[in-house]
């Protein structure tokens, strides 16, 4: 038999990385947050503000968790992921930190519009 | 004539309980294997959680001492023998001495590092550990190997503390505020130089501790990482790659350092070992020395007459070792006010 092989494609393939890669993911977003909210670093991820969050009975948001990602740099998907905050303040009454909860959400949200790639 | 006590072991519980003693009437023998007094502290450049001077508390200590202690340097006791109600000491270098009651001052060591090899300590250049650290605090030079300045530094919480695989499944309670402490203290000394700290719990029990932590991420921006260290690697530049889970978020991360601090933990020390085997004392599967009952009578052994201060028994920090010191000076008054071993 002559000419090409055809590929035979068994199903497999690689899967994506989970891994946080710290020093390839940008602190663009974390970096500008952090002087625009300094209360962001404040956090001590006990969950309080997860907890109570309204949002969160009925969907996976977690302010927790956003506030790691931005430190982290995982920003990817977080613009769509902070739209499920209705900024109702339930977390800042709660937080035992003093974290302004608010006004974070509203500066992440402005850094990933205007700070991020 | 005055009884006379001795205290093995001159560290922050020796020389506490020294003093208390002498105030209490007795006489006392302080045995220091060191050439000086003042054991761990005197390789501490600054305490937590305000960051005083190790020496200034070991001056207040050390002035206490009046002349009814009389301190000998560079004795390590080998033996102690009950012998019709008092005590038989004796040195390895063949020095003796008598006593009507012994405590034990004998403190801990510090962990190992090595045995923990899988973090790197003694193969890569730019691990080391707190109480390294700290000297480098006192010259105040703070440098890798090659003698740049760190651009990134990491501190690993519970190194040889919480961990079974190196027989340890003890907290030592010390290392968490001490990492915060020593991470401000980088930020300090190299402004612009990132910390990160990977703790498994963030165990800020004592009084000030959590205002310091707050103040390390408030004013120092330093990043603290809930995960525990698998490994650390070299890579080619010399810098080191550390594989954590990211715990809060459920995913692993990798990270690169200029510079790894390990937070060495607390061991009983060797003599308190040593001394706690020749005198046919409990320890406990964590090898401290244990007392007759934990909560009523921290300070007394199961042999009358011998008594407990201090890390030996477990790890403290530098208050509540002293409070340690001064409660076990009333107990040693408490056993001869009770008529026991009248003379």
Same mark, same amino acid.
């Given at each position: 038999m002559s000419g090409a092989v055809e590929k035979v494609r068994f199903g497999f393939s690689v899967n994506k990385d989970?891994?946080?890669d710290y020093d390839a993911n940008l602190k663009n977003v974390s970096d500008i947050v952090q002087k625009a909210e300094p209360t962001f670093n404040l956090c001590i991820s006990c969950g309080t503000c997860a907890s109570t969050c309204t949002a969160g009975k009925f969907t996976d948001f977690s302010l927790r968790k956003v506030i790691l990602m931005v430190r982290r740099g995982e920003t990817k998907g977080l613009e769509n992921e902070i739209t499920? !905050?209705?900024? !109702?303040?339930k977390c800042q009454l709660v937080c035992p930190r003093g974290v302004s909860t608010r006004n974070l959400i509203l500066q992440i949200h402005k850094a990933l519009k205007t700070g991020a790639l | 004539m005055n009884r006379k006590i001795a205290v093995i072991g001159g560290g922050a519980a020796g020389l506490e309980a020294s003093s208390a003693l002498t105030s209490l009437g007795f006489r006392v023998v302080l045995v220091e294997k060191e050439d000086e007094t003042g054991g761990h502290i005197k390789n501490w450049h600054a305490l937590f959680?305000? /960051? /005083?001077? +190790?020496v200034e508390v070991l001056d207040a200590l050390r002035s206490k001492l009046g002349s009814d202690v009389e301190l000998f340097s560079g004795k390590t006791v080998t033996e102690i023998k009950p012998v019709n109600d008092r005590f038989e000491l004796s040195s390895a270098d063949g020095w003796k001495t008598e006593a009507d009651a012994v405590l034990l001052t004998t403190g801990f060591s510090l962990f190992n590092a090595r045995k923990k090899e899988e973090y790197g300590y003694g193969i890569y250049d730019n691990v080391i550990t707190s109480a390294e650290l700290e000297s480098a605090f006192s010259t105040g030079k703070i440098a890798m190997k090659s003698g740049e300045q760190p651009k990134r530094i990491g501190f690993v919480h519970c190194v040889g503390s919480r961990d079974e695989k190196v027989g340890n499944i003890y907290c030592s309670k010390v290392c968490c505020v001490t990492a915060v402490k020593q991470a401000i203290e980088i930020k300090q000394y190299l402004p612009d130089c990132e910390v990160f700290c990977f703790y498994m719990?963030? /165990?800020?029990? +004592? /009084?000030?501790y959590e205002e310091l932590y707050k103040e390390a991420q408030e004013k120092y921006y330093i990043q603290f990482i809930r995960g525990r260290l698998s490994e650390s690697t070299e890579d080619h530049t010399g810098k080191i790659i550390l594989k954590v889970e990211d715990t809060l978020l459920g995913k692993p991360l990798k990270i690169g350092v200029d510079m790894l601090v390990l937070m060495v933990g607390m061991e009983p020390a060797e003599i308190t070992k040593n001394l706690g085997t020749q005198l046919g004392l409990v320890s406990d599967s964590d090898r401290f020395l244990v007392s007759t009952d934990q909560h009523i009578s921290a300070n007394i052994s199961e042999i009358p007459g011998l008594f407990f201060a201090g890390t030996c028994t477990g790890p403290k920090n530098i208050a509540d070792t002293l409070a340690d010191a001064r409660s076990a000076a009333l107990a040693i008054a408490g056993y001869f006010d009770n008529n026991h071993n009248k003379s």
């Amino acid at each position: 038999m002559s000419g090409a092989v055809e590929k035979v494609r068994f199903g497999f393939s690689v899967n994506k990385d989970r891994q946080i890669d710290y020093d390839a993911n940008l602190k663009n977003v974390s970096d500008i947050v952090q002087k625009a909210e300094p209360t962001f670093n404040l956090c001590i991820s006990c969950g309080t503000c997860a907890s109570t969050c309204t949002a969160g009975k009925f969907t996976d948001f977690s302010l927790r968790k956003v506030i790691l990602m931005v430190r982290r740099g995982e920003t990817k998907g977080l613009e769509n992921e902070i739209t499920k !905050c209705m900024l !109702c303040g339930k977390c800042q009454l709660v937080c035992p930190r003093g974290v302004s909860t608010r006004n974070l959400i509203l500066q992440i949200h402005k850094a990933l519009k205007t700070g991020a790639l | 004539m005055n009884r006379k006590i001795a205290v093995i072991g001159g560290g922050a519980a020796g020389l506490e309980a020294s003093s208390a003693l002498t105030s209490l009437g007795f006489r006392v023998v302080l045995v220091e294997k060191e050439d000086e007094t003042g054991g761990h502290i005197k390789n501490w450049h600054a305490l937590f959680p305000n /960051r /005083r001077p +190790g020496v200034e508390v070991l001056d207040a200590l050390r002035s206490k001492l009046g002349s009814d202690v009389e301190l000998f340097s560079g004795k390590t006791v080998t033996e102690i023998k009950p012998v019709n109600d008092r005590f038989e000491l004796s040195s390895a270098d063949g020095w003796k001495t008598e006593a009507d009651a012994v405590l034990l001052t004998t403190g801990f060591s510090l962990f190992n590092a090595r045995k923990k090899e899988e973090y790197g300590y003694g193969i890569y250049d730019n691990v080391i550990t707190s109480a390294e650290l700290e000297s480098a605090f006192s010259t105040g030079k703070i440098a890798m190997k090659s003698g740049e300045q760190p651009k990134r530094i990491g501190f690993v919480h519970c190194v040889g503390s919480r961990d079974e695989k190196v027989g340890n499944i003890y907290c030592s309670k010390v290392c968490c505020v001490t990492a915060v402490k020593q991470a401000i203290e980088i930020k300090q000394y190299l402004p612009d130089c990132e910390v990160f700290c990977f703790y498994m719990d963030m /165990r800020m029990f +004592g /009084r000030h501790y959590e205002e310091l932590y707050k103040e390390a991420q408030e004013k120092y921006y330093i990043q603290f990482i809930r995960g525990r260290l698998s490994e650390s690697t070299e890579d080619h530049t010399g810098k080191i790659i550390l594989k954590v889970e990211d715990t809060l978020l459920g995913k692993p991360l990798k990270i690169g350092v200029d510079m790894l601090v390990l937070m060495v933990g607390m061991e009983p020390a060797e003599i308190t070992k040593n001394l706690g085997t020749q005198l046919g004392l409990v320890s406990d599967s964590d090898r401290f020395l244990v007392s007759t009952d934990q909560h009523i009578s921290a300070n007394i052994s199961e042999i009358p007459g011998l008594f407990f201060a201090g890390t030996c028994t477990g790890p403290k920090n530098i208050a509540d070792t002293l409070a340690d010191a001064r409660s076990a000076a009333l107990a040693i008054a408490g056993y001869f006010d009770n008529n026991h071993n009248k003379s």
